[in-house]
């Protein structure tokens, strides 16, 4: 994925069977064939991803995991491995989503291990980081991010992040019907670039692809001086092709 492109991508989450997911595909992809000015994406369901990839073979949409394991293959029941999404035809893959956080036990230290060995496996990785409403109200959210994203990317190197994607989901936003401002989206963006300043150097920092959600009717703008992601005229194009109107809802990069 481009570190400058703007990026938007649509996580279906536990949505669609391999005929839905496929036929989204064959809707959309005459729809979206002229848009080269942005990078378009879909996570999806394990299942529909080997369909899914070549549904879209030829086309400008990427296909990513929503989850991996850290090793190559072993005694891992119900896992699935980056060599399997990368032969399946995946591009990326979603780690530390809030949801896996949430109900699957997800930590800062797997997720490390996680995005480390897509990246080894050639998979860019979206790294997912938020805070919970409760977090919020207690001023935890720069504390709540700066924790995702310095302990998820810990041991990495300059090279390894170009293959990184932050998603800033603020959890107390997902399906409650509220939506982050571009005022407490920016803030959070700049939290991170300085962080990942501190970490990687300046020139990092200025290129990361630091994106955030987008409400499902894309009412939100884009952090202009940081996330350089979805403009208007990108947003209204993919909209209108479809996208927000399927059941994965289409946000502006992110895993939520």
């Not at 369901?45 to 990839?53: F, W």
């Not at 699935?80 to 989503?97: D, N, Q, T």
């Not at 080894?120 to 409403?133: K, R």
């Not at 107390?172 to 300043?197: C, D, F, M, S």
Request: net charge negative.
């Amino acid at each position: 994925m481009s570190m400058r492109k703007p990026f938007i991508c649509g996580n279906w989450k536990m949505y669609k069977t391999v005929a839905e997911a496929v036929a989204f595909v064959d809707e959309v992809r005459a729809l979206v064939a002229g848009v080269d000015d942005v990078e378009i994406g879909i996570g999806a369901p394990a299942t529909a991803l080997k369909s899914l990839a070549d549904a879209a073979k030829g086309t400008n949409i990427l296909i990513g995991g929503e989850n991996c394991h850290w090793e190559k293959e072993g005694a891992f029941t119900g896992e699935i491995a980056p060599g399997m999404l990368v032969e399946a035809g995946c591009s990326f893959v979603i780690i530390g989503h809030s949801e896996r956080r949430q109900y699957f036990g997800e930590t800062n230290e797997s997720c490390n291990r996680k995005a480390k060995a897509a990246i080894a496996n050639g998979l860019s990785v979206i790294l997912c980081c938020g805070e919970t409403l409760e977090e919020r109200e207690a001023g935890k959210t720069s504390d709540v991010v700066i924790d995702h994203v310095k302990n998820g990317l810990a041991g990495f190197s300059v090279e390894e992040m170009k293959s990184i994607v932050i998603a800033y989901e603020p959890v107390w936003a997902i399906g409650t019907g509220k939506v982050a401002t571009p005022e407490q989206a920016q803030e959070v963006h700049a939290v991170i670039r300085k962080l990942l300043a501190e970490m990687f150097g300046q020139a990092v920092a200025g290129d990361a692809h630091s994106v955030w959600r987008v409400g499902e009717a894309g009412e939100c703008e884009r952090d202009h001086g940081a996330a350089r992601c979805g403009r208007r005229a990108c947003r209204r194009r993919v909209a209108e092709a479809g996208f927000f109107r399927q059941a994965g809802q289409l946000r502006h990069l992110t895993a939520i």
